[in-house]
């Protein structure tokens, strides 16, 4: 259990990298070392159907075990609305490592997501990969990192669903 986690926080770590690459500082932003800090501490809450994505310990990680599969969300200090989403998500699965299946932008409810959805390039670890940047404020985006088995379909909606309810608490 202790590897997935290590192994979720590396994941979200190495795609903030790429949203944080493209973030440029001008006069009126905090001071650019300052941006390239993920808030960790910042707390964000989802709709999460639990029974398939038992919450751990540590933050707002949620993790199913058999099939494998996970749900993580990052609080990343950028403005949404100045992110180039084409640079973000080819970026994104550049740092990744993975096979790009799908990216682009989703609308639902008036809310507007940038995702990108990839498969590993591991043949053992059949899975999808999929990461959605939503907006949280003016100066703050939410990163919803997660995967799932390529058999475990029903698990995508939870990933959709979780990235559209995301807020800040």
């Known amino acids: ?13 190495s795609v903030s990298v790429s949203l944080l690459a493209q973030i440029s500082p001008s006069a009126n932003d905090t001071p650019y070392a300052d941006a390239e800090i993920p808030v960790m501490s910042t707390k964000v809450s989802m709709e999460i159907d639990t029974l ?9 990680v949620f993790l ?25 998500l080819q970026e994104t699965a550049k740092e990744l490592g993975v096979t790009v299946l799908k990216s682009g932008v989703l609308k639902h409810k008036g809310k507007i997501a940038y995702y990108v959805v990839g498969t590993t390039n591991d043949k053992e670890r059949n899975v999808v990969l999929e990461v959605y940047y939503v ?6 985006t939410i990163m919803i990192t997660g995967y799932y088995e390529k058999e475990a379909k ?5 990933l959709k669903k979780a990235a559209f309810s995301a807020r800040i608490e």
Do not use: W
């Open 1 to 13: 259990m202790k590897k997935k986690v290590c192994l979720c926080l590396f994941i979200a770590f």
């Open 52 to 60: 398939l994505f038992p919450k751990i310990e540590l933050g707002t």
């Open 64 to 88: 199913s075990e058999n099939p494998r599969a996970m749900i993580m969300p990052m609080v990343l200090r950028a403005n949404f609305d100045s992110l180039d989403h084409k640079v973000l």
């Open 135 to 140: 907006k949280a404020d003016a100066q703050r």
């Open 154 to 158: 029903h698990y995508k909606k939870q």
